[in-house]
C-alpha cells in the first residue's frame, strides 16, 4: 500500500515560488500515476497537474506555464515547482498516487 508525505508548503507572497515534495513509500512508485489537487478555502477539490509513470504532464489551464510537475524514481518523490504565485493559488495542496491513495496535504498561502 502507497503511503505519501508531502512537504514544502508555506506563505509566500504574491509573485514568489515554493517547490512542493510529496515522497511515496510502499509500493513500486515508477509505475504510479501521480498528482497534485488542491482545496482553496470554500471550494471544492481541483486537480492541479499529474504526471505519469512515462513522464507525460498534464496541467489544469489556471496554472499552466507557471507550475511544473516532476518525479524522481530514484527517490521515489514527485514535485511541483509553483512560480509567479497568486493570491487566488492559495489551498491546501494534496498529493495522489493512481487517484486512490491521498497525503495528509501541505498548506500554501500566498499574501497580495
Known amino acids: 500500500q502507497v503511503q505519501l508525505a508531502e512537504s514544502g508548503g508555506g506563505l509566500v507572497q504574491a509573485g514568489g515560488s515554493l517547490r512542493l515534495s510529496c515522497a511515496a513509500s510502499?509500493?513500486?512508485?515508477?509505475?504510479?500515476?501521480m498528482g497534485w489537487y488542491r482545496q482553496g478555502p470554500g471550494k471544492q477539490r481541483e486537480l492541479v497537474a499529474f504526471?505519469?509513470?512515462?513522464?507525460?504532464?498534464n496541467y489544469a489551464d489556471s496554472v499552466k506555464g507557471r507550475f511544473a510537475i516532476s518525479r524522481d524514481n530514484a527517490k521515489n518523490t514527485v514535485y511541483l515547482q509553483m512560480n509567479s504565485l497568486k493570491p487566488e493559488d492559495t489551498a491546501v495542496y494534496y498529493c495522489?498516487?493512481?487517484?486512490?491513495?491521498w497525503g495528509q496535504g501541505t498548506q500554501v498561502t500566498v499574501s497580495s
Open positions: 510502499g509500493s513500486i512508485f515508477s509505475k504510479n500515476l
Open positions: 504526471i505519469t509513470s512515462r513522464g507525460s504532464t
Open positions: 495522489t498516487a493512481d487517484w486512490t491513495t
